[in-house]
Each structure stands twice: as C-alpha cells, then as structure tokens.
C-alpha cells in the first residue's frame, strides 16, 4: 500500500516532470532561454542601428559610393592615397556622379563613402554576432527545444537582406539612374523590419516559461489580438510607403499641411504614363497616399486603444497605451518632418519612430494573446 501524502506536501518537490511543455529541461537548456534571449536583445539593438545608419545613408545620398559588392575584402576600407583614387574613379562612372555630382572633390567623396562603408560593415557585425551565438549556443546544446529552425530563419533572412541590400544597390548603378530603385529601397527597409519583427517577437516569447504562454493563452482576448494585428500589418505597409518617400525624395515636398499645394491632392497626381508609375514615382502621388495611411493607421490605433479599456487586465491596458502613444507620436512627427521638407535629423527621428511603433505595437499584441496573472490589487 502506497504511503499517504501530507496534507501541506509541496508536491513541487517530490514529483518534477521531465520537462516543460513545449519548451526547455533542466539543465543548459533552462539557463539558455535565458541566454539566448539576451543575445536576442543584442541583436534588436544591432538591427536598430542598422536600420538607423540605412537612413542616414539614404538622406545624405551615400548609398552608391561603393560601386561592387566585395563581402569579404570589401570589409576593408581604402588604406592609403591609391585606393581612395582607385575608389572615387569607380564612383566617378556612375550617372550619379556625371549628371549629379560631378563637381565634388575627393575630400566630400570621403564622407559619403564612410556612409555606405559603416553600412556595410555592420551588416557584416551583425551577421557575425549572429552566427558566432547560433554555434555557441547549438554547442553547447543551450538552444530551447524547437527553437533550432526559428534561429536559424534569422541567419537565413540576414544573408538574403545582405543579397537584397546589393541587388537595390546595382539599380542605382545602371545608366540613366541617379539613384536606387525605390521600390527595391521598399524591399530592402521591409525586409529589415521583418526582421526586427521576428526578433522581438522572439524575446517577447522567450521572456516567459513555455508552460506559462499556454496556460496564459487561454485567457487571451481575441478581439483585441486581432484589432492590433491588424495595426501591424497597416503599420508595415506605412513603413513601405515611407522608404518610398524616402527613395524619391517625396518628403522634401509639399510642406504644407493639411493640404497639398493648397488642394486635397497634389497637382498632376496622375500625370506620368502609364499611370501605375504615379505609385512610385510621382512624388506628389506617394507623399499623398504615405499621409492617408497615416491618417488610417492613426484610427486603426485608436480602435484598438478602444477595445483594450474593455480589458480587466492592467498590464495589457498599459502596453495598449504605450502602442497608442508611439502611433500618435509618429504621426505628429511625420507631419512636422513634412513640413520642415525633412531635414536630416527629422527624417532620422521619424524612421526610428517607425521601430517603436513596431516593436510597441507587437508588446501590445503579445500582451492581449498571453496577458499576465494579476492580483485585484494590480487590476485596480
């Protein structure tokens, strides 16, 4: 006859499962959900930085002062006199120099070069922080159990953005252009953000036990889970839009607000033949459609906002609220980038707005699909 369990036991200590559902054992693998997110965490300030630096190289129209794609002994920059020369001769081939810039020096060639070249470079650090921390933790078997094919996905989209980043690069290279293509600068700044997006999502996830996450998610709330869903993809859509504005120099115009050269739309908005190349390269036809998403982004967040005060839970009402803040935030600061012809701070300030409003935007999502246990207390 088996022996009776005190009434007060903690069973905790007596009967511990094998592992957790779904998720790590004991062991490396419970100290690396840990570890792994902290990497993580490296790599979503790296990403940022990037996408930053991307946006400094755009403004200051640095972007084809490299002229091949060298992923190894590009790594180096000139190191003396010859190389520079040798480097400005290649840039002085391109159309951009010819028709654009053909009577800047080697000194101000200089400085759009480093531009690009710390671009490039950094895509180059994160891929390496990258790889070196997937064969640290695959090695030291401290990789959570199902996480192997999630990691390895951003290794595989970091390699593709690199092959995108050359291929919007070359566009600009071809002859009658002075600049990339700006739908392949949409690509290119989409497929950044995806990125980002995987990753946070990643250390939101990797913040909780696995056993938590699913017990939590029966008390999601769908409604509002799908609500900022939905804000997440417009909000995406918004950030394609921008590096469209962004490749055409489209924000630099119209800087009146709220109208457009004194009208609801832009003079001639449907001028350039045939007329599906309005969407990319009027830039009356882009700034005005990059606004009334805005404008839809900025309702679709307030709806959201809405559905989250029905919420009893105040941890998701306050990363409601911190979405809602981001979103208004960016709106107003698109506006005044606009009216301001986006100088170069501003249009900075306002790409990075647009990783809040992302990464704010997935917290809240997260939030409603797996809300916290709270004491009455903490829902007061």
Do not use: C
Not at 163 to 173: K, T
Not at 287 to 309: E, N, P, T
Not at 364 to 376: E, K, N, T
């Amino acid at each position: 006859m088996p022996d009776r369990r005190a009434i007060f036991e903690d069973v905790t200590e007596t009967r511990k499962p094998a592992a957790t559902p779904g998720g790590v054992s004991g062991g490396a693998r419970g100290r690396g959900r840990a570890a792994v997110r902290a990497w993580l965490i490296g790599l979503f300030v790296l990403v940022t930085v990037m996408i930053a630096v991307g946006g400094l190289t755009r403004l200051t129209d640095s972007g084809l002062s490299i002229t091949e794609w060298a992923p190894i002994s590009g790594a180096l920059p000139p190191m003396n006199a010859e190389d520079w020369q040798a480097a400005f001769d290649a840039y002085s081939e391109t159309d951009e120099f010819r028709l654009q810039n053909h009577a800047m020096t080697i000194e101000e060639f200089r400085t759009i070069f480093w531009w690009e070249w710390a671009h490039r470079l950094l895509g180059r650090v994160i891929g390496l922080v990258w790889a070196v921390g997937f064969v640290f933790f695959l090695a030291t078997k401290r990789i959570p159990t199902g996480w192997t094919g999630r990691l390895l996905l951003l290794g595989g989209l970091g390699g593709l953005q690199g092959a995108v980043g050359w291929w919007m690069v070359s566009s600009g290279l071809a002859p009658g252009m002075l600049d990339v293509a700006s739908y392949r600068l949409a690509i290119h700044l989409g497929l950044a953000f995806l990125i980002l997006a995987f990753i946070a999502g990643y250390i939101l996830r990797l913040s909780r036990p696995e056993a938590d996450l699913m017990q939590a998610r029966r008390a999601g709330d769908r409604r509002l889970r799908g609500a900022v869903t939905g804000l997440l993809h417009l909000s995406f859509l918004q950030i394609l839009l921008g590096a469209l504005v962004a490749g055409i120099d489209a924000g630099r115009n119209y800087p009146d607000w709220p109208l457009m050269a004194g009208g609801f739309t832009p003079p001639g908005m449907w001028r350039l033949e045939p007329v599906w190349r309005n969407l990319f390269e009027n830039d009356g036809t882009v700034q005005f459609f990059h606004r009334m998403l805005g404008y839809l982004v900025l309702v679709a967040a307030v709806a959201a906002w809405g559905l989250s005060r029905r919420t009893g839970v105040a941890t998701t009402r306050r990363a409601a609220d911190w979405m809602a803040v981001a979103v208004f935030g960016q709106v107003v600061l698109g506006i005044v980038t606009v009216m301001h012809s986006a100088p170069l701070a501003l249009g900075l300030l306002h790409q990075l707005g647009a990783v809040a409003v992302v990464a704010l935007t997935l917290r809240a999502r997260f939030h409603a699909a797996y809300p916290l246990p709270q004491s009455i207390r903490t829902a007061r």
